[in-house]
């Protein structure tokens, strides 16, 4: 039986180790993980994405994207058939924004935001010294933010604030956790729900995952 090739796009400047736990039968399925590159200058959105298709080599792909690399692959899906997009800690159209990111974009206050912060991690770090819960979260960042270019991360935020698409793609499956602090379920419609998962629930809910998505890609 010919496998099914699934790519993974990992969240906001994430590197695809958020993946690690993440099995899927070999015999069935095989797994292919894109990376995030920096843009080329006020690159728009839908350019970047085809830029990034350039790196899928199989025909009718199953495309997995977590947060904005959920974003990232419905905007992929324009470009190339997929077999199925399935998102994870995401969002299907701007109209699923929590209320703040919706303020973001009519006081364009993303402009604002300290990308700079997000690359000293490790500075962060020493003054987290302390606190276990900010410490671990910390190193959950260290070992898991691969792209910390700040061009790259000014690039990110504007980018989702401004996505324009206001109706979700037919045929888009969300994975969503009920305790999900980044996209509240409140604002979302039509997903399904992992009990006790937040935004980074690719990391501790991959038992959840990995009993699950099989089904999920080859449900019709």
């Known amino acids: ?48 994405a085809t830029r990034i298709v350039q ?7 199953v495309l997995i994207g977590v947060s904005f690399g959920g974003v990232l692959v419905q905007e992929m899906a324009k470009i190339i058939r997929a077999r199925k997009v399935i998102i994870i800690s995401s969002v299907k159209c701007n109209t699923e924004f ?12 993303y402009r604002l935001f300290p990308t700079s912060l997000m690359q000293r991690v490790d500075w962060l770090a020493k003054f987290a010294v302390g606190n276990n819960m ?26 989702i604030i401004l996505w324009d698409r206001c109706e ?16 509240p379920p409140k604002y979302l419609k039509e997903y399904i729900p992992v009990k006790g998962g937040t935004h980074i629930m690719i990391l501790n809910k991959a038992k ?13």
């Open 1 to 48: 039986m010919e496998k099914i090739p699934v790519y993974f796009m990992p969240g906001l400047a994430a590197s695809p180790k958020i993946f690690e736990n993440i099995k899927l039968p070999q015999d069935q399925f095989e797994m292919f993980f894109l990376e995030w590159v920096l843009p080329d200058g006020d690159e728009p959105l839908a350019d970047y």
């Open 55 to 61: 790196n899928i080599k199989h025909e009718n792909p």
């Open 98 to 109: 929590p209320r703040r990111m919706r303020f973001a974009k009519m006081t364009r206050a």
């Open 134 to 159: 900010i410490t671990r979260r910390l190193n959950l960042y260290e070992k898991f933010l691969s792209v910390r270019d700040k061009k790259y991360l000014d690039w990110a935020f504007k980018n």
């Open 168 to 183: 979700p793609a037919e045929g888009v499956v969300h994975i969503h956790g009920d305790a999900d602090e980044v996209f």
């Open 208 to 220: 959840w995952l990995n009993e699950n998505l099989p089904r999920i890609i080859l449900a019709e």
